[in-house]
């Protein structure tokens, strides 16, 4: 009976977890629309009605691709361990099953979007996780072959952390001048723990070194993603030049809702909503996005640690002047 119990169980709770994942997309673009309308039923209910699903689901997408691959090769490596460390909790461990039934390719895929993602100074944390996830897997799979299996769980990490170190190094000495013990730490920890993260602990302890952190990761992180999406922008900021025909202009700043026949919605800093009839619109632009200081002045070997390879291959828009709109000038002053 209690062999038929654990699996029933099993199944009850990846079916929970079917149903939660889909509804929290849904929750954060809720959350983010009446965050955006300063708590304000109307304006929210406005907001609906203009604001386009497709847009904001980009905006979701753009803002948190980079905890895709983070989950994933969490979940891998703690899998992993629990699966080396207590062979018979692989039919009880949701994390166990979720390791064992993961394929391959869904590893790489997460390897190689979180390479193109995360900032420079968390590749070595991504390197430090593949070759963890690379000797579990050996270890699995390779257990009688013992020469190949001490190759891929010693020698590969170590190999692959002396090569991280020796890439980074000039970074971690800039690092530390500079007082960033944070970027000093995340680039020169990781490649020394990858070879103790490639096998097992003792049983008795797997759980509480796999299981409890998955579940305290998974408390915190929809608590932190929220709080990520609720700042990212979901419409444009503009600046409108407004006055009537032969009069004096003036601007009003805020982000552009939608344009119809009649009027230009604008909803303002404070939350307030202002329709502007269109014969006394003179002019629009779209504002930049303000731009925030670097996480970390520190670059290694001319990479700056605070961008993302995808930052370096996308094409960027430059602002070399600022429109005096966006300034709250009118483009012409009379």
Known sequence: MTAT???????????????????FPLVLLVLRLWYLSRQDLPTMLLLVQYISPLGMISALIITLIWTIPAVILVLRLLGGILLVSRPDDTGRSLLAVTALRMPDWVVLLAAMLAAFTWQLRLLPTLCMLLVAILGLTAAQRFRGVRPLMLWITLGVPILVGAMVLAFVWPGIVVALRTGEMSTAILLGVPPLLGPLLTGPVPPPAARLVTHWPAVGAALVAPLLIGIVFLRAPVLPNSAVEVGPPGGEAHIVRGQLITV???????????????????????????CPEPVRPPESSVAVRGWPLSASALSWIAPTRRVTEVDPRCLGRPLNPS
């Open 5 to 23: 119990f654990v699996p029933r169980r099993r199944r009850a709770q990846l079916n929970w977890l079917l149903t939660v994942l889909p509804a």
């Open 260 to 286: 119809d026949d009649t009027s230009t919605t604008v909803l303002r800093p404070g939350g307030e909503v202002t329709f502007i009839p269109n014969d006394q619109v003179r002019s629009k632009t779209l």
